[in-house]
């Protein structure tokens, strides 16, 4: 398969790590990857907050960033975030539309269909579960609203954590909960906020898991946040991460990448 990338906002600034592994991991199971080095956001924090006349030209950049996936050059796009996938797929058709721009309303449904969250992409269209991967650590997993609610992931990336050799994988309590970031909702009710994530680590602690994983950096930066705060020594890791590496050739972040909740 040729697939393109979408690093998303806080990949490509923050957190390379995610989108770095998801490339490692697609090439090492023989798929071809691409950058469109034109993209940028996807929109959704405008459209969360009510800016949709803003967020057309922002969708409008997206469609033609990776047009080549419409016109069958490329097969499929891929993120390692439910939460921009859960936008692409369900607020840029609906913004373009309200703005009357039918045609770009048309392309970005066209464009949301070939979109895919990683494990989705890996479980559903490439039919893996074992992709070969070893983490021998004991490790715990927040999904995470968008990807569970949004995009609707289902429990492809608990198959493929449980598929990797070594791991000790731990059930979350109330994993289905909101970790309470939100984006925008943690900046405007941050007393609630802070509330839900203290729930979260508890939760978390429980495990006794020396890895916290999800499939969102940006939830794990609010998780991972409040982890460190209080010290537990608990990493936060992309699913990414964890999927990328192999007992041959354990997967390292590059030295220039950020450590969340180290």
Not at 27 to 45: D, H, I, K, T, Y
Not at 217 to 226: D, K, V, W
């Amino acid at each position: 398969m040729k697939i393109a990338l979408f690093a998303t906002c806080i990949g490509d600034v923050m957190f390379p790590q995610a989108p770095q592994a998801t490339v490692h991991l697609l090439e090492r199971l023989g798929c071809e990857v691409v950058f469109p080095e034109s993209q940028a956001c996807c929109g959704q924090m405008h459209v969360n907050t009510g800016y949709y006349p803003e967020a057309v030209p922002i969708i409008r950049n997206h469609v033609e960033a990776f047009r080549p996936v419409l016109d069958g050059e490329w097969d499929a796009i891929v993120a390692p975030s439910g939460s921009c996938v859960g936008s692409l797929r369900h607020q840029a058709e609906m913004v373009a539309e309200d703005q009357g721009d039918m045609r770009l309303a048309r392309e970005a449904a066209a464009l949301a269909k070939r979109t895919f969250d990683l494990p989705e992409l890996l479980v559903n269209e490439m039919g893996v579960t074992d992709v070969g991967a070893y983490f021998p650590h004991r490790v715990t997993y927040h999904t995470t609203c968008h990807s569970l609610r949004v995009a609707r992931v289902g429990d492809s990336p608990l198959r493929l954590l449980q598929a990797v050799d070594g791991i000790d994988y731990v059930p979350l309590p109330d994993a289905d909960v909101c970790c309470g970031f939100g984006g925008t909702f943690s900046l405007k009710n941050p007393e609630t906020s802070a509330s839900m994530l203290s729930d979260k680590m508890k939760n978390i602690l429980s495990t006794d898991a020396e890895v916290l994983v999800a499939g969102d950096y940006s939830c794990m930066m609010s998780i991972a946040g409040g982890l460190q705060r209080i010290r537990s020594g608990i990493r936060a890791m992309h699913l990414a991460e964890v999927l990328a590496g192999t007992k041959d050739q354990p997967w390292n972040a590059p030295a220039t990448t950020t450590k969340v909740g180290i």
